[in-house]
């Protein structure tokens, strides 16, 4: 089923009672009955003709630009397809566009902008937004150019390469129904003891929830999941997967407090990574002795891979699987950590990070508290984002493992080859 959103002020909406800025299908149907001319033109009504006899489609008929943004507010469904006038009542150069955009932004609908000007008028309105959206924005076309089995074979086709449509579909109808049943459960505990459990900490509470709905899924939605990923093919990487990637790996805080895993830039543009135990932050005075213990950073360029080989006398050969395997010829030397967001709660832009396993630095903290340690107390450190809970364990254990392990002799050629022999 492809669902069509039509916003058009040309129907005929006064000739039903009482006079909507919404229309259905089986509105649709009537007024097609009941209405025989629309207007002087009649593309529209051809239009909505074609596309209320289509038993794939799922047609809804919207005024104004302001009634699109309303509708999509409401929680509704959003569409797969959206066809936009230009021009008529309730509809501006300055709107449309902000209304498109917030369409685009808010779902993976492809939007068809049709008028009775020529094309060619409306285009420079759209050139600043259609880049960013993946030819989502298709070209505008005039109102007697749209066809409709045209526009949704666009569609299917785009559709296909990725999990939009149909997998979308079924994720949304099971993400909804997970988060309504992690909701009612939260709902059986009282507020009171839902403070204490956070502690004050909002995303202790949120945390709580998601891991509600992991729940919910369970088994089903994670074969679900990977039932819907084997659909897709493999491709190489784009800014989309790099931006998918960096929300798995960092999230933004909103409060201040000073996290282990915490990335933070200095005034002058040098990142750190935050090492210090979670608990000796907690009690940062008493526990550290106010010293913040922190993980250089630099980026991962060609220019700067040189200096390294410069410096090391050392080559850079490759790039391990993960970012705490070992990097030819570094080793463990190095934990590589990609896309990073540059901007504290913005994913573009992103870059790539070594972060310096054996060059740990300590910072005094002259102006902390008695407690938890919070980023209104540190001088020159600005947090950028954070690691996600579980990379950050794994990339700190690591880093710790590294610089603190005891190290044992490689085997001696002739035994390696002994071994190796027993293998074969």
């Not at 008028?121 to 937004?129: D, G, K, Q």
């Not at 005075?285 to 891979?305: G, R």
Request: hydrophobic share 40%; aromatic share 8%; glycine share 6%.
């Amino acid at each position: 089923m492809t669902r069509v959103w039509l916003v058009d002020d040309e129907l005929p909406y006064d000739k039903l009672i009482p006079v909507p800025d919404r229309v259905e299908k089986r509105g649709l149907e009537h007024l097609i009955r009941t209405v025989a001319v629309w207007s002087e033109n009649p593309a529209v009504r051809n239009l909505c003709e074609k596309l209320t006899t289509d038993a794939d489609v799922e047609i809804t008929a919207l005024s104004a630009p302001a009634v699109l943004a309303k509708y999509l507010e409401s929680g509704v469904t959003p569409p797969h397809v959206v066809i936009f006038d230009w021009q008529g009542l309730g509809f501006e150069p300055a709107l449309n566009v902000a209304t498109i955009e917030k369409t685009l932004q808010s779902t993976f609908a492809y939007i068809q902008v049709y008028t009775h000007y020529e094309a060619i008028e409306v285009e420079p309105h759209l050139a600043a937004i259609r880049p960013k959206y993946q030819g989502r924005l298709l070209p505008a076309k005039s109102k007697h150019d749209v066809n409709a089995d045209e526009l949704f074979a666009t569609v299917k086709a785009e559709y296909e390469k990725t999990i939009a449509g149909d997998i979308a579909d079924e994720a949304r109808v099971r993400v909804r129904r997970a988060l309504e049943e992690a909701l009612v459960e939260l709902c059986s505990v009282s507020k009171a003891s839902l403070a204490h459990l956070a502690d004050g900490q909002a995303e202790v509470l949120f945390s709580l929830v998601a891991s509600n709905l992991r729940d919910g899924l369970g088994s089903d939605g994670a074969e679900f999941i990977e039932e819907a990923l084997t659909k897709v093919p493999a491709g190489g990487s784009t800014e989309g997967l790099r931006r998918f990637q960096s929300i798995w790996y960092y999230y933004f805080p909103t409060d201040q407090l000073v996290r282990r895993g915490d990335i933070a830039i200095t005034p002058d543009g040098r990142f750190f990574l935050v090492i210090s135990a979670q608990c000796d932050l907690a009690r940062f005075p008493k526990k550290t002795a106010m010293y913040l213990t922190l993980a250089p950073m630099f980026e991962l360029t060609k220019a700067n891979t040189q200096a390294l080989k410069d410096v090391c006398k050392c080559e850079l050969k490759a790039i391990g699987g993960s970012p705490i395997s070992s990097h030819n010829d570094f080793g463990h030397a190095f934990i590589i950590l990609p896309n990073i967001p540059e901007i504290t709660g913005k994913r573009h832009p992103l870059k790539d990070y070594f972060v310096r396993c054996h060059a740990l630095q300590s910072q005094e903290m002259p102006r902390a508290g008695k407690g938890a340690l919070t980023y209104s107390e540190v001088e020159g450190l600005v947090r950028v984002c954070t690691l996600a809970e579980a990379f950050a364990a794994a990339v700190i254990g690591h880093l710790v493992a590294t610089i603190s392990a005891a190290g044992m002799p490689d085997f001696p050629a002739f035994e390696k080859q002994r071994l190796q022999q027993l293998l074969s």
